[in-house]
T-cell receptor, first 108, second 122 residues
Framework: DIQMTQSPSSLSASVGDRVTITCQASQDIRKFINWYQQKPGKAPKLLIHDASILEAGVPARFSGSGSGTEFTFTITGLYPEDFATYYC??????????FGGGTKVEIK | QVQLVESGGGVVQPGKSLRLSCAAS????????MHWVRQAPGRGLEWVAV????????FYSGSVTGRFPISRDNSNNTVYLQMNSLRPEDTAIYYC???WGRGDGYNLGDSWGQGTLVTVSS
């Protein structure tokens, strides 16, 4: 199984801040990573696929980069509605599809 | 628009069975693989299983292999998860997820159901 190590597990930030989350894969997953946002009581929302491609309707302040085993997800200029938990997920290999442990972005 | 509506969750004793259903609408169901993903209370996401559009191929996570067969009925646009020999650690919200449908491998898409809660407790 491919392990996805996501960090940090939580962070505190203010509106307007730049936030960066990283995911490290246990083996080469090329560009095959998704990033999700999940708010309490809601299903996850897919933000990015193929490491850097924004889903339709996702604001441009969200971005992703990386390939191989190291990936980065960035929010450039936090909005109040961005406080949520974010997950990475690889789809290079299944079974299983695997997720990172999540990063909770909280208000400072 | 795509709609996925899960049902069948509830409270069940360890060792018992439960069948989850996911009714799909708003897209060509028979053309897409379908997944189940679960989330234990306060925990992260865990992929459970996928079934190909034609039900020929099925893949499972190691934690449910042999216990949770996945199936589908393309005439009724429904995917199922039969949950057998349930354990307390299976307690979670179970989400039905439409595959991204790119045709070059399985991946979770952008359409998720609202989830159904399964609680395994004596």
């Amino acid at each position: 199984d491919i392990q996805m190590t996501q960090s940090p597990s939580s962070l505190s930030a203010s509106v307007g801040d730049r936030v960066t989350i990283t995911c490290q894969a246990s083996q080469d997953i090329r560009k095959f990573i998704n990033w999700y946002q999940q708010k309490p009581g809601k299903a996850p929302k897919l933000l990015i696929h193929d490491a850097s491609i924004l889903e339709a309707g996702v604001p441009a302040r969200f971005s992703g980069s990386g390939s191989g085993t190291e990936f980065t997800f960035t929010i450039t200029g936090l909005y109040p509605e961005d406080f949520a938990t974010y997950y990475c997920q690889q789809y290079e290999s299944l079974p299983p599809l695997t997720f990172g442990g999540g990063t909770k972005v909280e208000i400072k | 628009q795509v709609q996925l509506v899960e049902s069948g969750g509830g409270v069940v004793q360890p060792g018992k069975s439960l069948r989850l259903s996911c009714a799909a609408s708003g897209f060509a169901f028979r053309s897409f693989a379908m997944h189940w993903v679960r989330q234990a209370p306060g925990r992260g996401l865990e992929w459970v299983a996928v079934i190909s559009n034609d039900a020929i191929n099925k893949f499972y996570s190691g934690s449910v292999t042999g216990r949770f067969p996945i199936s589908r009925d393309n005439s009724n646009n429904t995917v199922y998860l039969q949950m057998n020999s349930l354990r307390p650690e299976d307690t979670a919200i179970y989400y039905c997820v439409k595959d991204w449908g790119r045709g070059d491998g399985y991946n979770l898409g952008d359409s998720w159901g609202q989830g159904t809660l399964v609680t395994v407790s004596s």
